[in-house]
């Protein structure tokens, strides 16, 4: 292996280390519909409910933040 090719492996694993790190973006958005479920978070991006978290089984758990903020 030459070195050119061990130093792109490592700058690949460390690059998927670092984005492993913070797995999640937070972002602030505007419901547009809610069933079905669509936040518009950029002009030009809308989520639908397959790309966000499912809260309500939260509380039947214990958990009692909302919006992912932590209780006060």
């Known amino acids: ?3 050119e090719k061990l ?3 490592i700058k690949q694993a460390s690059m998927g280390a670092v984005e ?3 797995p999640v973006a937070v972002r ?3 419901v547009k519909s809610v069933s079905p479920l669509a936040v ?5 991006l809308t989520l639908t409910s397959e790309f966000l978290p499912d809260r309500r089984h939260a509380a039947a758990e214990g958990d009692d ?3 992912g903020l932590p209780s006060a």
Do not use: K, L, N
Not at 40 to 44: G, L, N, P, Y
């Open 1 to 3: 292996m030459s070195i």
């Open 7 to 9: 130093m792109g492996a």
């Open 20 to 22: 492993a790190g913070a």
């Open 28 to 30: 602030i958005g505007i």
């Open 40 to 44: 518009t978070v950029d002009q030009r």
């Open 65 to 67: 933040r909302r919006h």
